[in-house]
């Protein structure tokens, strides 16, 4: 009952104040269990903050010692950087991940946990702009030096009189992303997965990793 009160407590000062717990690295109180986050025994909500400048820097949000809330994480050193905000489980707005060694520049923008725009380049040897409007991909991408067009979900190809056509969505009731395969307009396959650009679980291994790494600077101090 007293751990009630405290949560009912604890929610009506964050909604009157608009602020929430902020921990600083390293913490020995901050303590890491299953991939759920605990200060001092209790799962934790609030921000974490990161602020070595020769390792990771920013910050990570967490509701009830999970991703939760907007996150910001970057590694000068090694060029990397990685923002994201989960609500509720899923994406929501504007997702960056950028990794000079694996030569990814990716920008990803979700609604409702679905994706809606997907910017970038990948080793500089791809290079992609798709808006999705009403699940479907509007726009364009380069693959060494070729272009492809997508409009109203279509790409169209021609070669030798043959004629096929690539159908790429989002599915507006599941939120996962789809190809149809078209060959002289008969069906030649289908397939959806689940809309993994990067995935809910490469995020959190980002963000505990993080975590233990800079919190195990601590230890020996």
């Known amino acids: 009952m007293k751990k009630g009160i405290f949560i009912i407590l604890l929610v009506l000062m964050v909604l009157s104040c608009g602020t929430s717990k902020k921990v600083a690295l390293p913490d020995k109180d901050i303590k890491i269990e299953n991939e759920t986050v605990f200060l001092k025994n209790e799962k934790y909500t609030g921000k974490i903050n990161l602020k070595d400048k020769n390792s990771v820097s920013g910050f990570i949000t967490f509701k009830d010692g999970h991703l ?19 609500v509720n489980n899923q ?13 990814i520049n990716m920008t990803v923008n979700y609604n409702n946990g679905k994706i809606v725009k997907l910017l970038g380049d990948y080793s500089k040897t791809v290079k992609y702009d798709i808006t999705f409007v009403d699940g479907l991909a509007n726009g364009w991408f380069e693959s060494e ?14 070669e030798d009189g043959i004629i096929t056509e690539v159908k790429y969505y989002v599915n507006q009731e599941t939120g996962d992303m789809g190809m149809e395969f078209f060959i002289n307009g008969k069906s030649a396959g289908r397939d959806e997965k689940p809309n993994k650009v990067f995935g809910m679980e490469y995020f959190r291994i980002i963000a505990i990793s993080s975590i233990l790494e800079e919190n195990s600077k601590g230890k020996d101090k």
Do not use: C, H
């Open 145 to 158: 030096g070729e272009k492809f067009v997508f409009s109203d979900g279509v790409l169209t190809l021609e």
């Open 68 to 86: 939760d809330g907007p996150t910001e994480l970057k590694n000068d050193k090694k060029q990397m950087y990685t923002k994201f905000n989960i």
């Open 91 to 103: 994406f929501e707005g504007e997702t960056v991940v950028k990794n000079a060694d694996q030569g």
